[in-house]
């Protein structure tokens, strides 16, 4: 087995008194896809917070392709090649798809696109690659025709794919995507897993919280599952499906 992209040890945080990641561990292989489930409040998103560097972990380390990377800041963390979506839309409504994707961009630009608008030829030449390479990320999601559109003005399940058109444009190697089906309907979920799932050829990692269970046991290498901040199970699909105490605290629970 390969070494892994992304290995999480010990990991502990807490917010006041509440202990949230109770010495969660984990690897993440490169060219799979995990999926992480839990009740609300398990502390998924918390943990998205952590690798990605949004949070300090009060406890434990995190290593990327095998460097550490527990603490660092944002920034830092996703120039090694950690990129991710939110649970809840943060697209600029009021720009197009092209100039939202693009700003996930801005981090691999060496000006910055906004520089290339007012300056000098060569960060023009360089705001040009950036735009060509975005509309790449649009056209590789099958959504290159909505490109000059508002996102404002987008269906929910078209700005979910933006948003993903987003995290891609900076080249990560790892993607976190926390609910990337929350909100979606059944046709726009089976896109939204289709297109995850071809992540994979691409030679990207994928790391993806939902509460869709279609969704996560179709697309899914590997399913941790989180409760109380702590690991209850980890396996395959067909593995969690069938374990009694995940169905008990999870699968069987109201707010799956
Ligand atoms: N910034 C914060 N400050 C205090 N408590 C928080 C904060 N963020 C999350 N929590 C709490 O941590 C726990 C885990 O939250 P979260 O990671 O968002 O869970 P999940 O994504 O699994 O629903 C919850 O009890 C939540 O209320
Ligand atoms: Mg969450």
Not at 181 to 194: D, H, I, K, W
Not at 249 to 256: E, F, I, K, Q, S
């Amino acid at each position: 087995m390969s070494a892994p992209l992304l290995e999480v040890r010990g990991l502990h945080h807490w917010f006041g008194g509440l202990h949230v990641i109770d010495g969660v561990s984990f690897v993440c292989q490169p060219q799979t896809v995990k999926a992480i489930i839990g009740p609300n409040g398990a502390g998924k998103t918390t943990l998205f917070n952590l690798v990605a560097g949004a949070l300090s972990p009060v406890g434990g380390s995190i290593f990327f392709d095998g460097i550490p990377t527990t603490g660092l800041p944002p920034h830092r963390i996703a120039a090694h090649g950690i990129s991710r979506t939110f649970q809840a839309t943060r697209l600029f409504p009021r720009m197009t798809v092209l100039e939202n994707v693009m700003v996930g961009m801005h981090g691999r630009s060496r000006h910055g696109f906004l520089a290339g608008m007012a300056g000098p030829a060569v960060t023009r030449r360089e705001e040009a690659r950036v735009r060509v390479s975005c509309l790449d990320v649009l056209s590789s999601l099958g959504i290159a025709d909505l490109a000059r559109r508002d996102a404002q003005d987008l269906p929910f399940g078209r700005q979910r794919v933006v948003e993903l058109a987003r995290a891609l444009a900076s080249g990560p190697r790892l993607l976190l995507l926390d609910e990337p089906a929350c909100g979606l309907n059944p046709r726009e979920t089976e896109e939204m897993a289709v297109l995850i799932g071809s992540l994979r050829a691409r030679g990207i990692t994928v790391l993806v919280v939902d509460h869709d269970m279609s969704l996560v046991m179709g697309i899914s290498d590997e399913v941790l599952v989180l409760s109380f901040g702590q690991t209850i199970a980890e396996g395959t699909p067909r593995e969690i499906q069938a374990n009694p105490e995940v169905i008990q605290v999870y699968l069987g629970a109201d707010d799956a």
